[in-house]
């Protein structure tokens, strides 16, 4: 069953900290995963994806399929940074419809 | 880049009625859209794959005569919710997936609510 887990909530961290927010998948396939970020009042959008190996706002996630994890990593947190984010996972390429993940909130404090 | 509108933001209907919900794909033409249904502050949960001149395809446990998909043309794709119920309310996300940057672009929501 292709599923992606976000064993988080709620990340609370001070400004200037570390932030890691997990995510598992499982699927049987060559998995293509997403970070998409959802700002207060605003239509979520895509932070990043594992294809393209970029480093987006500071963030970056590594794609490891030994673990089937794609945790998301910034060395130092900004309250900007505030925000829900979902990992998705594309299956059926040719189709291109997401699995969610049930989201984390990132709440960073001055 | 690329801009997915959604018609209307906000609907308050009575129980029984029928509400349309639209998706427009501004910027390129979508063979391919999505619908979601997110509650609040949870994961997005996909409905249905809408498809341009095609029946949609429905996620299980999706019924599809109670979420009626319309792919008329390559920038419209329509959510129909039927005799809608207290249970129905929810935030419904539109996206389009744009096959040259093969990025999905969402829709700012639509918050429906039923009385």
């Known amino acids: 069953a292709q599923r992606v887990t976000q064993p988080e909530k709620l990340l609370s961290v001070f400004k200037g900290a570390p932030v890691e927010l997990k995510c598992n998948y499982s699927?049987?396939?060559?998995?293509?995963l997403f970070w998409y970020v959802q700002y207060s009042r605003q239509r979520l959008q895509l932070l990043l994806r594992?294809?393209s190996r970029e480093s987006i706002k500071g963030f970056t996630a590594d794609l490891n399929k030994g673990e089937t994890s794609f945790h998301l990593k910034k060395p130092f947190a900004q309250e900007e940074d505030s925000a829900m984010y979902y990992c998705a996972l594309r299956v059926n390429r040719a189709g291109g419809k997401l699995i969610f993940g049930q989201g984390t909130e990132l709440s960073v404090k001055p | 880049g690329a801009v997915v509108s959604q018609h209307p933001s906000r609907v308050i209907c009575k129980s029984g009625t029928s509400v349309k919900i639209e998706c427009r794909s501004l910027?390129?033409?979508?063979?391919?859209m999505f619908w979601y249904r997110q509650f609040p502050k949870q994961s997005l949960m996909l409905m249905a794959t809408?498809?341009?001149?095609?029946?949609?395809?429905?996620e299980q446990g999706v019924e599809k005569d109670k979420f009626l998909i319309n792919h008329a043309s390559l920038t419209l794709s329509t959510l129909t919710v039927t005799s809608a119920h207290p249970e129905d309310s929810s935030f419904y996300i539109c996206?389009?997936?744009?096959?040259?940057?093969?990025?999905?672009?969402f829709g700012p929501g639509t918050r429906l609510t039923v009385l």
């Open positions: 699927y049987s396939g060559s998995p293509e």
């Open positions: 809408s498809n341009e001149g095609s029946k949609a395809t429905y």
């Open positions: 594992h294809i």
């Open positions: 910027d390129f033409q979508a063979t391919t």
């Open positions: 996206s389009v997936r744009d096959s040259s940057s093969d990025e999905q672009f």
